[in-house]
């Protein structure tokens, strides 16, 4: 067995009302509080009026889009100029993202530039940021549980990776996804899916992140159509949160594959939903992986069918009936082709030429050359 470490959030609350129930221990970190949440601070309501109830100050920034590295800059001079002491991230990956990036770098830098990888200096971060809490309104990016941030730059998307990234509280409230539109409920759930299939085939997968993906991939593919079909199932909500938080906590320690090495350069170009390029891309990285690893007769295969296995529920499955499975969901879930977004024919060899360099790449289980590449974009226009 090869060896491995394991990080994870310094600590995790799961459960309805864990939200309201985390406030006081927020309130004890500062006096003075950032927020960093979606473009409908309304949602936000129940947060503000409890911190305030507790005697905290509190500044808001609403972040209605995926987060660049200026918006970066811009919230950063904000929680410094407030003098925060603590932030709180709440809503989808965007917010957690960015309230992840600010409170890691706040006491260290004033240009976020200086520690990002490929774009900037990537320095590290020389030592732990503002104490962070990160609280999920949706289902998908397990970004509450990762030590990085992602950030957009000039066309790419680019991560700020330090342990000090890991929130010192994620609270998961499956609650707090109850409303959630359907599109986004599918989106983000398949996205999950992805990244509890992408680190149990990944070639750094470990026994404890192995068995966080197949509790995980169980739990996504008997809810995810229950919430499709009926968004207040807070059972279903439980599964799915629970899902996303295992996907994080797997991604964050062996890493992604194909599916989110496109998605990168694919995100820096278009303003596609991440979650909806998963989609598109999750049935077609599974029949070329499978192939690929098929030509070699490579061990990865055995991944692959442990997957199939825990996709239909049956013991006898074949890769086929894996696939099949994730087929279904990603039609159940609607995923418009890659020309929804504006890509076209022409952006394939630049988008495969970027994804090969694409950190998560890299946990893929086997390499797949840039034609191999092509050929999935090709068919997900
Ligand atoms: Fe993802």
Redesign the pocket.
Known sequence: MNGFEFSAPGRIVFGNGTGLESLPEIRKWSERILLVTGSDVSRAGWLLDGLDSLGATIAIHSQAHEPTVEDCGEVLRIARAFGAGAVVALGGGSAIDLGKAVAALAPHTEDPMDHLEVVGKGLPLPGPGLPCAAIPTTA??GAEATRNSVLAADEVKVSLRSPHLLPRLAVIDPFLAIGLPKDQTGWTGL?AL??LLEPLTSRFANPISDGFCREGIVRSVRSLPVALLDGMDIEARSDLALASLLSGLALANSRLGVV?GL?APIGGLFAAP??AV?ARLLPLAWKANVAALQRENHPGLDKYRDAARLLTGQSTATLDDGLAVIQKLSNLVGTPGLAHWGMIESDIPGLCERASKASSMKGNPIELDEGALADILQEAL
């Open positions: 998908g990016t996205d992805t990244q989110h998605a991440h979650g998963c």
